[in-house]
């Protein structure tokens, strides 16, 4: 079995602050080994489940965070940003049987995690697909579907699993913290390693999901925070100024909506 991971860090056990998950900050080394730990156990889950090759996604800011060394030798790690459409899932192809998503966080415009935003913290204000508000999970889980991969464990945020099992409830879940405000109330980092552990190896084990399905069209509004921004994504080939601050894009396929974000998130 061939698994990828795509590991971020602002859905990691205890993390609450923007300092916590930026490379110059004190605070961030605490956060890279626990991003670290919950990719191994991950791995360790998958393994434990009959995974041979494993491909983990460094998908957080610089894309150097994961401690390579320290994860088991089926993985190997794609670290930085080619600029691939598929971003976060960048070098998934057809061969994987399953992708899991370790880290992730709420949407841009959700509440349930102080650091939700989705992409850009920077410049986005929200992203909706087809009217629904789009989690950097959606977007994602789409591009997998592109090449017929299913995504099959999360670990994250309360309100993000709660968003993935209302998209597709067969995806096993695990929330290792729940943002209140500015706060959050987080498992004991131990406990939410082993939960991701036993998680990812029962969502492998057994008969593997089919993979979501992707809607015949897409409808897609991007909700700037700067006017200008807004104004400067318009011009993208097909995309119009909806408002002052917000941009939309219509497409049957999918891929053209990932190109559009590589260029104007
Ligand atoms: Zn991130």
Redesign the pocket.
Same mark, same amino acid.
């Given at each position: 079995m061939k698994v990828y991971i795509s590991a971020?860090?602002?859905g990691v056990c205890g993390i609450t602050d923007w300092s916590e @998950?930026s490379r110059e900050s004190e605070a961030y080394p605490e956060f890279r080994e626990r991003m670290t730990e919950e990719v191994i156990a991950a791995c360790e889950g998958a393994i434990a489940a009959g995974a041979t090759e494993i491909l983990v996604k460094d @998908?957080? @800011?610089s894309g150097r965070n994961v401690f390579a060394e320290h994860l088991p030798r089926e993985a190997r790690m794609v670290r930085g940003w080619s600029g691939h459409p598929y971003c976060m899932v960048q070098e998934l192809d057809a061969t994987f049987d399953a992708v899991l998503f370790v880290g992730w966080h709420s949407a841009a415009g959700r509440g349930g995690n102080p650091l939700a935003h989705t992409l850009s913290s920077k410049t986005i204000a929200s992203i909706r697909v087809n009217g629904t508000l789009a989690s950097e999970f959606l977007l994602h889980t789409f591009a997998a579907a592109l090449d017929k991969v299913p995504v099959a464990f999360v670990s994250g945020d309360e309100q993000l699993c709660a968003d993935v099992r209302q998209f597709d409830e067969r995806i096993e879940t695990v929330a290792v913290l729940r943002g209140e405000g500015a706060s959050t109330v987080a498992l004991h980092p131990g406990n939410a390693q082993a939960a991701i552990r036993e998680g990812v190896q029962r969502a492998l084990t057994g008969e593997l999901l089919s993979f979501q399905s992707l809607p015949e069209r897409f409808a897609v509004e991007i909700q700037y925070i700067d006017q200008r921004r807004a104004y400067r994504s318009s011009f993208y080939p097909g995309a119009s100024l909806e408002t002052p601050t917000s941009v939309v894009f219509e497409s049957e396929d999918w891929f053209e909506v990932l190109r559009l974000l590589q260029f104007v998130a």
């Open positions: 971020d860090i602002e @998950a @998908a957080h @800011a």
